[in-house]
Nanobody, 124 residues
Framework: QVQLVESGGGLVQAGSSLRLSCVGSGRFFSTYDAGWFRQAPGKAREFVAA????????YYAESVKGRFTISRENAKNTVYLQMRTLKPDDTAVYYC?????????????????WGQGTRVTVSS
């Protein structure tokens, strides 16, 4: 069992930066791939970024490539999402998830545990 807690969301202006954090419980956090998804009002949850267990491999949605950076510190059981040059379209609740069996990390169904989410609002 892994519990995930996201933090770092807030209300910012377009062009600003935010860093989201996701802290996981348990001794085996480093055995999970991790990812960030987001859900905007009235829309389905969508993939944002993912990172492999050891942090060597990262994956991004086209809409955030070059602006967002995913990273992790396994010693702290933490995954980060650094978001730069935020746009109003980035407004959403951001969720952190972890996946034990490596696979298509852009698919939410491949994740085993999720956090409760942190809200990001970007004003124009």
């Amino acid at each position: 069992q892994v519990q995930l807690v996201e933090s770092g969301g807030g209300l910012v202006q377009a062009g600003s930066s935010l860093r989201l954090s996701c802290v996981g419980s348990g001794r085996f956090f480093s055995t999970y791939d991790a990812g960030w998804f987001r859900q905007a009002p009235g829309k389905a949850r969508e993939f944002v970024a993912a990172i492999s267990k050891n942090g060597q491999d990262t994956y991004y949605a086209e809409s955030v490539k070059g602006r967002f950076t995913i990273s992790r510190e396994n010693a702290k059981n933490t995954v980060y999402l650094q978001m730069r040059t935020l746009k109003p379209d980035d407004t959403a609740v951001y969720y952190c998830g972890v996946s034990y069996i490596s696979g298509e990390l852009h698919l939410g169904r491949n994740y085993d545990y999720w956090g409760q989410g942190t809200r990001v609002t970007v004003s124009s």
